[in-house]
């Protein structure tokens, strides 16, 4: 059974860094694109960022752009978001998801955003 | 970008009737659509892909149908269990990949 483990969510102030981690086990990573969603707090689903199994293409969301920077380690298994800049509408559940439909998922990962 | 408008909003059913859940998008994505059922405090699960196939594991009281602009999610005699917001999302044209906004399913 494939598993998603997100680590590396907390409290930081606006403007402020974190780097998410999401470790990968039970598949062969590499192989499939990986994702983040983020989902805030009672409410919906938002993409927020891909890339591709090789790792050349990365796509984001254009509430992220230029501010998020998604990456993977396939010697680790494991998936990164950067995030930098942070803003308080970043506040959310950060999920790892597998595939370009979600088929498996993390936990989560909560970021709060605030002074 | 392509926009999903789920409908209704909430849905209230007593135990072994019908839902119909629908998900239109403001533009085609073909049939790459798939729907997820998210319980309280807990991830999405991934329940149909390609807007008819059914993920492993998924009972088969869910079947999806539609192509286009128009998809259905049809739970065939709902269970208590069932009680969740399902979300549709598509990925036949993007980036970005796009969800709709749900549909609370309540079992009375």
């Known amino acids: 059974e494939v598993q998603l483990v997100e680590s590396g969510g907390g409290l930081v102030q606006p403007g402020g860094c974190l780097r998410l981690?999401?470790?990968?086990?039970?598949?062969?990573?590499?192989?499939?694109?990986m994702n983040w969603v983020r989902q805030t707090p009672g409410k919906g689903l938002e993409w927020v960022s891909t890339i591709s199994g090789s790792s050349v293409d990365s796509f984001y969301a254009d509430s992220v752009r230029g501010r998020f920077t998604i990456s993977s380690d396939n010697s680790k298994t494991t998936l990164y978001l950067q995030m930098n800049n942070l803003r308080a509408d970043d506040t959310a559940v950060y999920y790892c998801?597998?595939?370009?439909?979600?088929?498996?998922w993390g936990q989560g990962t909560l970021v709060t955003v605030s002074s | 970008e392509v926009v999903l408008t789920q409908s209704p909003a909430t849905l209230s059913l007593s135990p072994g009737e019908r839902a119909t859940l629908s998900c239109r998008a403001s533009q085609t994505v073909n049939s790459y659509l798939a729907w997820y059922q998210q319980k309280p405090g807990q991830a999405p699960r991934l329940l149909i892909y390609?807007?008819?196939n059914r993920a492993t594991g998924i009972p088969a009281r869910f079947s999806g149908s539609g192509s286009g602009t128009d998809f259905t999610l049809t739970i065939s005699s709902v269970e208590p269990e069932d009680s969740a917001v399902y979300y549709c999302?598509?990925?036949?044209?993007?980036?970005?990949?796009?969800f709709g906004g749900g549909t609370k399913v309540e079992i009375k």
């Open positions: 390609d807007a008819t």
């Open positions: 998801a597998t595939g370009y439909y979600f088929d498996n």
């Open positions: 999302q598509q990925r036949g044209n993007w980036p970005p990949l796009t």
């Open positions: 981690s999401c470790a990968a086990s039970e598949f062969t990573f590499g192989t499939y694109a």
